[in-house]
């Protein structure tokens, strides 16, 4: 057990390098091993070095993988707590140790002399022998280890053995908020080292944005030449500066030069990108301008795979990323596969490429004998960034240095600050946990609210040091289940203020692992220990399907906005650098949803942070109420998109909908036996209740102000969080009291009491019914009784409808989701969904699926018959094939059945998102708290073949 709970970073491995290729010989040791699960160390086969050793009763486990994400062992999820005891820096004797044997032959051609085996990622800790010769241990499991074998390499028959053991003292630096998984997870190779090679190199390429001028130089071994064909450059000596005229690197000129490092023996290829990285003026810029980083926090994930992640899943991501406008990638919280950062490089992402580093455990504990300030974990943490900084390099993407997350403060933090800036000065230090910014060179902070922000904005921080530094939000609106909420006065307080420079959602994906029916989360595989479905916090579903959360993060992180101006259309250029010559803009005039016009629209380039004004377009008359939509799209496929694909879109209203005329009164009421008769409506007699509307049963409406929570409203900050105080008032289980019926004259006129039992407090609603030519016309009127002790989940009518209304059309917001502090990304317009389209299958089920700004809706059956709701003016629905108290009640998506019925609810308001799930809760503009309220909606039967 000494080199498992030795807090140092391991032993055997040569120093790290840049990781890269060349035409040297390499052979890819992936594949299918002998794999054996023991229950500790000393359960283990003592004798498994062994060339001869007899696995062949063992299983096949392929490399890269977890094994618990393949039958053996459980995955655990835990956010801050440590799953073993915490007793630095040793382990439970009970520690799962995998076993991993590979017999290879060497390629016919491979020549002799030095090689490498080099590791790309082994959690926690690995143990490792060539052909019965150990060569060492590695820890730090997200980042790379090298060993010298040229000497212990045969032909054929070679026995490589890897004993991973899933804890180790290095586990307490990895306490990361992600699943515990183990293995050899990223790739294996074997890699030929020619005599008069090249060993190592770092690239230096730095942009003179005065001069235009780039300024190459190489720092590596004797003897080298560079070459870049498409610059001129042919045999110059690497270590050499060389200037040249260049087009600069950025994540929205991702220009990189293709080049060539070569000597007698090697010929590396390299990919060049020329940037400049400053901190200025308390701003942090890249070639002379101001970013603005519009990010995403990304773990490595993969359902099924869990952080053994592909490069197509990796280019997957950039993509998706790309589309959505995301500019900029924070590593959380350790350096990625490399291959995302050649992707980053190659597609224009800009990176903070943290360390893999967080002891947020001792949080909890009140940091005591924490590693950060500990000495005999300094080694380790001076390894790890070594490790990082020299892999990653030469990378243009990457832009700052993380130190890490979550591990508070102490000297070994510093000394890591310490060495990367002596190492790296061309990079700022990044590291939110030095709260005083002593070893610092960028302000960061975690979820501050917006009223936060805007002091550091106005230069009103505490701190001078902090004063003059950029500031950026590392972690912010995190994006768990339905939400996040408040997204848009971020963008307003980043634009406001130069000094406070964009930041990074948490976070890009859900960890939801892929299991029978649904994603399982924390909890779902017996963990004596976990933090439930609070790895379920990302804009990407699991299977990568992006939520509404992420299109209304792209909508209002877009480059391009397009809004009313005093003289027709304002176009305004929020890219950092690039002008928008590169985009079409067209528009499209919608009458009642119905498209009757449309074109291309005139706008003169404008430049980065530039706006214009252009003038309408001509267009016919219209009858109903219209709306005029401009759309800026790529003109020319790109790498990342294809042509056509928009950037940005905005809405102008054209012209409001004509007055609707006063329904002629179609009384009176009618009694029958237990029923009243009022137009096309029956209702009993005693309630005062729907229950019929032209020939279908409905159930309802009646007032309504529970919703399922969501992550949102649960929270997860201390005090109680608005489900909590929701359920308290009793706001779940609100019973209903019929004061009166009166069915006298031309109106059914029902009063009724809405209140929680136990509670004092309550709800007056009348609901006054009128019937017209076709229809039936309803005003509620709401007041509240009583003092209500907080907010309200919602305000409106819930009613249901036969379960073959399974079609849904409206007019109004969508064609998605949407809620008071979470609506930019919705556009007025006509839009179709069958009812279970209607639902976002979130992996936590929650309140979801709601449509804003309703002018109507209509639900109907496969024969086209069914029932229309008009607004005066407008509503929220949602429509779903199960009650909110079952959509409360269900922990994954399979457990939601469908019944006979479809729940509607039609409503007057609702309250915020927010970001409580880690975070400000909602924001005072967008709570929800009782009041009178009045509202009007109009109920009709819709006859097949009847467009009403």
Known sequence: MAYVEDPGPGYGSVAPRAAFGSDAPALSLTGAWRFRLSPSLAAAPPDVADPDFDDSGWDELPVPSLWQLHGHGRPAYTNVHYPFPVDPPHVPSENPTGDHRLRFDLPAAWPAGSALLRFDGIDSCGRIWLNGTELGVTKGSRLPAEFEVGPLLRPDGNVLVVRVHQWSAGSYLEDQDMWWLSGIFRAVTLLARP???????????????????????????????????????????????????????????????????????????????????????????????????????????????????????ALADVLLMKRHHVNAVRTS?????????????????????????????????????????????????????????ERDKNRPSVILWSLGNESHTGDNLARMADWVRERDPGRPVHYEGDHDCSYVDVHSRMYATPSEVERIGLGEDDDQRRRVLPFILCEYAHAMGNGPGGLLEYRELFERYPNCQGGFVWEWIDHGLAAPGHFAYGGDFGETIHDGNFVIDGLLFPDR????????????????????????????????????????FTWVLEDEGIAVAQGVLDVPVVHSGQSVSVPLPSWPPTRGESWLTVSASLSSGTSWAPAGHVVGWG???????????????????????????????????????????????V???????WRATTDNDRGSSPGPSEASQWRAAGLHRMQ??????????DELLVRTRVAPPAQPFGLFADYTWTAFDGGLQLR?????????????????????????????????????????????????????????????????????GNRTDVRWARLTNPAGTGIRVDGDPAFDFTARRWTAAALE??????????????????????????????GPGVLPAYRLVPRKTSFTLLFRPVASGVAN
């Open 780 to 848: 509620v009127d709401v007041t509240p009784d009583g003092e209500f002790p907080g907010t309200l989940p919602r305000l409106g009518l819930t009613m249901a409808v036969p379960g073959t209304f399974g079609s849904a059309e409206w007019f109004g917001g969508g064609p998605g989701e949407a809620y008071p502090d979470s609506r930019q990304a919705v556009r007025i317009g006509r839009f179709s969904s069958s009812v279970d389209g209607l639902q976002t299958p979130y992996v936590y089920p929650q309140e979801n």
């Open 333 to 389: 919280h350790y350096p990625p596969d490399p291959a995302f950062l050649e992707l980053c490089d190659e597609y224009g992402l800009w990176v903070i490429d943290e360390c893999d580093l967080e002891t947020h455990g001792f949080g909890p504990l009140g940091w005591d004998r924490n590693p950060s300030s500990e000495p005999m974990w300094m080694d380790a943490y001076l390894d790890r960034m070594r490790r990082t900084v």
């Open 195 to 313: 005599a008069g090679g090249i060993g190592d190199y770092w690239l230096h390429a730095d942009y003179d944005h005065t001069t235009g001028l780039g300024t190459v130089r190489v720092e590596t071994g004797p003897d080298v030449l560079l070459d870049i064909p498409s610059l001129g450059v042919a045999g110059h000596p690497a270590g050499e500066p060389l200037d040249l005229p260049v087009e600069p690197w950025s994540a929205e000129t991702p220009r990189l030069y293709d080049g060539t490092l070569s000597t007698v023996a090697e010929r590396v290829p390299v990919r060049i990108g020329f940037r400049t990285v400053t901190i200025e003026d308390g701003q942090l810029k890249v070639n002379g301008r101001r970013l603005l980083l519009r990010g995403v926090n990304r773990h490595e994930h993969d359902p099924r795979t869990g952080r053994a992640v592909s490069r197509e899943t």
């Open 651 to 697: 809405q102008l209203p054209v012209s409001p909908a004509p007055a609707r005329p006063a329904p002629v009164v179609r009384g009176p009421v009618f009694r029958t036996t237990g029923r009243l008769i009022l137009g096309a409506g029956e209702f009993d007699a005693v309630t005062g209740t729907l229950t019929t509307l032209g020939d279908h049963p």
């Open 889 to 918: 009640t269900a922990r994954h998506t399979d457990e939601l059945e469908s019944g006979s019925l479809v729940h509607v609810t039609l409503d007057a308001a609702q309250h915020g998102l927010g970001t409580a799930a880690c």
């Open 736 to 745: 209903h009291r019929v004061i009166e019926v009166d069915a006298d004259g």
């Open 545 to 584: 399907t992006p939520s509404p959360g992420l299109t209304e993060f792209a909508k209002i992180i877009e480059p391009v906005r397009i809004d009313p101006g005093p003289d027709g259309i304002r176009v305004a250029n929020h890219y950092d650098f690039v002008d928008t010559g590169h985009l079409t």
């Open 699 to 705: 159930r309802g409406p009646r007032l309504d102000v």
